[in-house]
């Protein structure tokens, strides 16, 4: 009897495994009747794009999914098909083109200098910038502020905003100070500066809320209007890259932000939409 | 039952034994490739790593010294020397197990020999729960408490430093030392302490002098343990670190240990850079393998 149950235990765990196995082909025929766009990439574009996939997916028959892993495994995935769309804060590099990819342009963004609401100092210039991420400047009290020392807070090497930031400011990876904490992601970066009086960091326009202050850039506002102006400089598009063969729904999904519903949620997202 | 029993077998047997014989065979073969499944994991996963690892000294003209013992890591601009990390690592790890160890092992001699059953009932769980916090929860814990404190009450410029790594290892490896040491602490035969006892000599002389040394052999792995433990250590290092890319000259740096490297930077990295953090996962992967070398020689030697 006992064993007789034991090789009912053991047949049924064997059916329950070969039954896991089949299911991961019945739910691909399945979502034959939805599409699946998959996304991955930057996390500065990642909120913009679950906003418009949010409501992209309230009115067509189709599935989204977005995971935020960084600018470049985004392109790097969009190349290797493991995505069908990837998403880049930054431009991409001559390899990235090479291997065939294109870009879409879906909007603009601004980088803004934060700092702790505390901090008095409101304004820099564009050389000032430099200056304390290159570690020349090294004391608030340089700046017009407090006498404490300057913590610098920068992204990770590799990272889409930090290229963009610091091709803007004008300055290479090697060069920036070296005892600067570096943090993961923009709301890493918003959390440190927004603990630490000394501290000042980059981050993406979306993330600007009361936890930080943001510095104005040569006398210039960080505002939507003064990017597409031109007057304020430290911005960049948001790219999605895709291969030439992506299938319709996603070209539909790419139609869709570029028209003026589309541009409207990039907008409300606190991104800057192509025109105004 | 007897009689069904009976029954049974006398329908298997006149089937043959052929399909009993079949079904065993079968079990046995699929416990078998159960327990090969760990072994393969481990064999591609090692391989996986050594092979991406080691890419850019065979085939990209790196080598392999300069990665060691270079001070940059500047990854867009093709400089990768992890010395400040491996100098973080064993920092942060030295200085866990500075503070760790005697409030582990102290807590393991209270629970093994002193405790009231009462008291140990509480504090044993407490442990063993502690052991079972998501590591991420300590790096938030850590990030929410200890930096700001630090910050706050020593005017550091920035709270994410070696010091705050340190304390936060520190919790993190106590339930490892206290689980194992308590454990060997326990096994040393009640003889030895009824003689050392019997010879006048008191109970806390008693455990340091005679239970103690007894237990050394599982001690030794316990801390060995305990070490490894902050070692590789990843989620919570990240978030108190700072991940700066200096050598550590004090308490107050932030640091960058090699864990937190990787994983810091495998989600943007590509081509050699990614090859890179392979490399600096042989780096680690070398010292847990040297940590796991001596626990063998030590627990062998507890052996004899």
């Not at chain 1, 700092?115 to 991420?133: C, G, R, W, Y």
């Not at chain 2, 973080?88 to 005697?102: K, M, Q, R």
């Not at chain 2, 393991?108 to 052991?131: M, T, W, Y």
């Not at chain 2, 079972?132 to 706050?152: D, E, H, K, R, T």
Request: hydrophobic share 45%; with cysteine; aromatic share 8%.
């Amino acid at each position: 009897m006992l064993k007789k149950t034991c090789y009912f235990i053991g047949l049924t765990i064997l059916m329950v495994v070969l039954a896991a196995c089949n299911s991961k082909d019945t739910s691909e025929s399945n979502s034959g009747n939805e599409d699946l766009i998959t996304i991955s990439g930057s996390t500065s574009v990642g909120p913009l794009a679950e906003k418009l996939a949010e409501k992209y997916e309230e009115t067509e028959n189709v599935k989204i999914e977005i995971n935020q892993i960084g600018s470049s495994a985004g392109i790097t995935n969009a190349i290797k098909d493991v995505s069908q769309i990837g998403m880049s804060s930054r431009d991409l590099k001559q390899e990235e083109i090479d291997s065939g990819i294109k870009e879409l342009v879906i909007a603009y963004d601004g980088i803004v200098v934060v700092a702790h609401p505390s901090n008095p100092v409101k304004d820099l210039t564009m050389e000032q910038v430099k200056q304390i991420f290159t570690g020349e400047i090294t004391n608030w009290k340089e700046l017009g502020g407090k006498d404490l020392e300057i913590v610098v807070v920068s992204r990770e090497d590799g990272s889409g905003s930090r290229d963009a930031f610091q091709e803007i400011v004008g300055y290479k990876s090697g060069q920036l100070i070296r005892n600067a904490i570096v943090a993961s992601g923009n709301g890493n970066i918003k959390t440190t500066v927004a603990t630490n009086k000394h501290a000042v960091g980059f981050i993406s326009f979306e993330y600007i809320d009361e936890t930080v202050s943001a510095m104005d850039i040569n006398g210039v506002k960080a505002e939507a209007g003064n990017v597409l102006d031109g007057n304020y400089q430290l911005s960049r598009p948001f790219l999605f890259v895709h291969k030439e063969d992506v299938p319709e729904a996603a070209t539909k999904f790419m139609d869709f932000i570029l028209s003026a519903d589309g541009q409207k949620i990039v907008e409300a997202a606190g991104a800057i939409p192509l025109t105004k | 039952m007897n009689i069904q029993d009976k029954n049974e077998l006398e329908q298997q047997i006149s089937k043959g034994n052929k399909r009993k014989y079949f079904l065993e065979s079968l079990s046995s073969k699929v416990f078998l490739a159960c327990a090969l499944l760990s072994v393969i994991s481990l064999l591609l996963i090692v391989g996986f790593v050594f092979y991406k690892g080691s890419n850019p000294f065979i085939t990209g003209g790196y080598s392999f010294f300069d990665f060691l013992f270079g001070s940059d890591w500047v990854p867009s601009e093709d400089k990768f020397g992890i010395f400040p990390m491996i100098v973080a690592s064993i920092y942060a790890t030295i200085g866990a197990l500075i503070i760790g160890v005697p409030i582990g092992l102290l807590t393991a001699i209270f629970l093994a020999e002193i405790a009231p059953k009462s008291v140990a009932k509480i504090v044993s769980p407490a442990i063993q729960l502690l052991a079972g916090i998501p590591s991420v929860l300590y790096g938030i814990f850590g990030l929410a408490i200890i930096v700001p404190f630090l910050q706050n009450n020593f005017g550091l410029a920035r709270g994410q430093s070696l010091i705050a790594v340190i304390l936060v290892l520190a919790i993190m490896m106590l339930p490892t030392i206290v689980t194992v040491a308590e454990t060997a602490i326990r096994a040393v035969p009640k003889t030895y302490r009824e003689g050392s006892l019997a010879l006048g000599v008191s109970q806390i002389g008693t455990i340091f002098k005679v239970v103690v040394p007894a237990a050394k052999s599982g001690i030794m792995a316990a801390i060995v343990l305990g070490l490894g433990r902050a070692l590789g250590e990843t989620m919570a290092v990240i978030l108190v670190a700072g991940n700066s890319l200096i050598i550590p000259t004090s308490l107050t740096d932030s640091v960058r240990p090699l864990t937190t490297n990787i994983a810091l930077e495998m989600g943007y990295a590509a081509g050699t850079h990614q090859e890179m953090l392979f490399a600096t996962g042989i780096v680690l992967f070398s010292f847990i393998l040297i940590l796991n070398f001596v626990l063998a020689r030590i627990t062998a030697k507890g052996a004899q």
